[in-house]
């Protein structure tokens, strides 16, 4: 079965800092595009950060640019997102995801392949 699970989520306060990691099983890494997408509850998901896996262009949404910063390690099948600067709004249940279509698109959710179970994080005053 092929699985993408993520880990290092947790509490925070504003300013600090987070690493997540979404690590692969067989064949779930894609070759062409992994993606970082969050939610809160009541609200869409929402992408955050795409790679192009071979290339290794980087795309993030507006409200993260400059301090989020999503890298891979494809050797292992691994895919980080490294969060500096956290605010309140930043909260939320965090996804990592294989994409296969319109990697440039952050904010798309019609092409994703696979989805993880999500890690939360949560950043206080």
């Known amino acids: 079965v092929q699985r993408l699970e993520e880990s290092g989520g947790g509490s925070v306060q504003a300013g600090g800092s987070l690493k997540l990691s979404c690590t692969a099983s067989q064949g779930a890494y894609s070759t062409y595009c992994m993606a970082w997408f969050r939610q809160v509850p009541g609200k869409k998901r929402e992408g955050v950060a795409r790679i192009y896996v071979n290339v290794r262009s980087t795309y993030y949404a507006d409200s993260v640019k400059g301090r989020f910063t999503i890298s891979q390690n494809n050797a292992a099948n691994t895919l980080y997102l490294q969060m500096n600067n956290l605010k309140q709004e930043d909260t939320g249940m965090y996804y990592c995801?294989?994409?296969?279509?319109?990697?440039?698109?952050?904010?798309?959710?019609?092409?994703?392949?696979?989805w993880g179970q999500g890690t939360q994080v949560t950043v206080s005053p």
């Open positions: 995801a294989s994409v296969d279509l319109r990697c440039d698109d952050v904010a798309d959710l019609e092409n994703v392949e696979l």
